[in-house]
């Protein structure tokens, strides 16, 4: 009996390993700072292992409300563009409401980024400090070189006007730094209780 848990508790690690090898770019948290003309949207991106962002490669954030033109940061080697709908990976199907803008960055560098790595913070402003959830979606590359995309959420404003000092629909104030993505939620819920599980075995 024990040896048949022991066996579905290695395949659940192992399929939960593969999720996370194959995640390829993930927004890890947001940073929301009113401002001088609206509020800074600041995403923290990362690079799972086993996954390579080769030049050309890219995310996207859908459907940013209130967005202010010209007002986008990111580190270097990364080219920023808006378009009403897309860029759209292959193999993804995010909801995009035509209607209001997305947000693509794409690495120009020349030398490909690989393994698990914090590829920066990425910013926008928007006038809207209301929050809900969207989609975000990227194109990386495995390390066989084979074309690789995901998708998962994030949290973008909504609306267009500014309402200073309002809490966003999903509960958190403006002002409240470093809250984490609910893709990352998803990646922390499933690897704990496996955590747990493998070292409870190994003790055994």
Known sequence: MRIGKR???ASLSLAVLATTIRAGIL?????VTPMSGGYQYSYDVVLSSN????PGDYFTIYDMGGLVSNSSKQPANWAFKTEMTGGTPGGTTPTDNPNIPNLTWTYTGTTPLSGQMDLGNFSVLS???TTGLTAFTAQTHQVNGIIDSNITDATTPVGSSPS???TGSTGS???TPGVPEPGTLLLVALGLPLGAAARKWAGR
């Open 127 to 129: 006038s809207s400090s």
């Open 7 to 9: 066996l579905v508790i």
């Open 27 to 31: 927004p890890t948290s947001l940073t």
């Open 173 to 175: 104030s403006p002002s």
């Open 164 to 166: 200073t000092g309002s």
């Open 51 to 54: 996954s390579v962002v080769k």
